[in-house]
């Protein structure tokens, strides 16, 4: 069964940084996409991140672009999501998953989300 399992989330003040790691399990994790999400309250999910496991390619939301990195480790079966220069506007919670391109193909496996506070 497929699964994917995020941690690092947490409490930061504005300018500092997290790293968001995305365990992978069940499936064959060199060959797809990773991508993270985002949904803060009241707001509707969006993307934030995306690599491509095979080639290492990556794709990233205008509103983080230079701030957040992507990056995947294929032998741990694991991505993870580099955030630096948080601001309070980043506070959602952050979800992984996985899909066969990182666009025009279905996000089929998700994770729980992991909670990323940043205040002010």
């Known amino acids: 069964e497929a699964q994917l399992v995020e941690s690092g989330g947490g409490l930061v003040q504005a300018g500092g940084s997290l790293r968001l790691s995305c365990a992978a399990s069940?499936?064959?994790?060199?060959?797809?996409?990773i991508g993270w999400f985002r949904q803060a309250p009241g707001y509707e999910r969006e993307g934030v991140s995306c690599?491509?496991?095979?080639?290492?390619?990556?794709d990233y939301a205008d509103s983080v672009k230079g701030r957040f990195t992507i990056s995947s480790d294929n032998a741990k079966n694991t991505a993870y999501l580099q955030m630096n220069s948080l601001k309070p506007e980043d506070t959602a919670v952050y979800y992984c998953a996985a899909a066969q391109y990182c666009s025009g193909s279905p996000y089929g496996h998700w994770g729980q989300g992991t909670q990323v506070t940043v205040s002010s």
């Open positions: 690599i491509s496991t095979s080639d290492g390619s990556t």
């Open positions: 069940g499936f064959t994790f060199d060959d797809v996409a």
